[in-house]
């Protein structure tokens, strides 16, 4: 059973709302006693557990995650969500045996989410095995839409120069494939202005046809990039799509890419090239298997971060 409090606490929703407030201040370590306290204030409610969890996670302190879902677990021991982030970051960590147990206890309960499981892993597994490149895999045979992704404009809303960078990839990308569309995805404001109206703003000037230019101007990290996008992409009734970001995101827009088509029903085929591979820390690979590719890999599939209803959530 639950510790106590047992009653309501009005507190707690002003606090969730302080919490967000933090959360998008990237403010963790108000973030994590402000959850403890929601947590003292309602013990009985899983989500704030699997949230403190998530903050873990954020900071890739995965056994302290582990510990906060073990604790839902122990208060409700059949909690699919539970289960499924526990044998998740169980493999994370190489601690197979655990990570098996719990997709074994998943698979009772709810054998189709133990199903998907196991096909994010395959995703991630056979991701491992692909090398970052600057170039369209082998075999494409050809770009229906061309996906850049944004970067954090500069204070005055001009272009960042990671983010001109892979708008010089695009275009050469486009120089190339002509009838392919230009899908522009970010959605961070700087100036009153987000990535996706300034690289549009771009390519007109470059004299690319404005009918060739889409914008998703609301995503604000890789995975809301491809979950947005795939609406327009499905729109367009794009088959072949290639994304372009730097090195080190190469890898986690493959993966995620991949689970927003598979497990939303997109017909899409993605492919990711990096805008350039340089010998900057910000510009380097950050290799297969990494915590962004499972953290980022499990919220494509719809399972969020924050799941604190309806004052604090986040995808």
Known sequence: MPDTPSRYSPRLKPLLREIEGYYR???????????TQAISLAPHRLDLRLALGSR??????IERALACYQEALRLSPGDVDSLTYQAH????LGKNSES???????????????????RLWEIIDAD???????????GRPGVEAIVVLGYKLQADASLHPILLTRLLKALRLHHRFPA????LSGGVPQAGKVEATAMREWFLAQGVEEGRLFEEGYARDVVENLVYVRDILDGLAAKEVVVVTSAIDVRRARVVGEVVAWSRGSAWKIGVVAAEIGSSPLAQDAGAGNVKIYRDSLRATGLPMLRSYPELVEL
């Open 25 to 35: 201040a990237h403010d963790d370590e108000a973030v994590e006693r402000l959850l």
């Open 56 to 61: 873990y996670v954020q900071s890739a302190e």
């Open 89 to 92: 970051w169980w493999r994370f």
């Open 100 to 118: 098996e147990a719990s997709l074994a206890r998943l698979e009772t309960l709810r054998p189709e989410r133990a199903a998907e499981l196991r």
């Open 128 to 138: 491992a095995e692909q090398e970052v490149t600057l170039d369209i895999p082998a």
């Open 180 to 183: 392919a569309s230009l899908v």
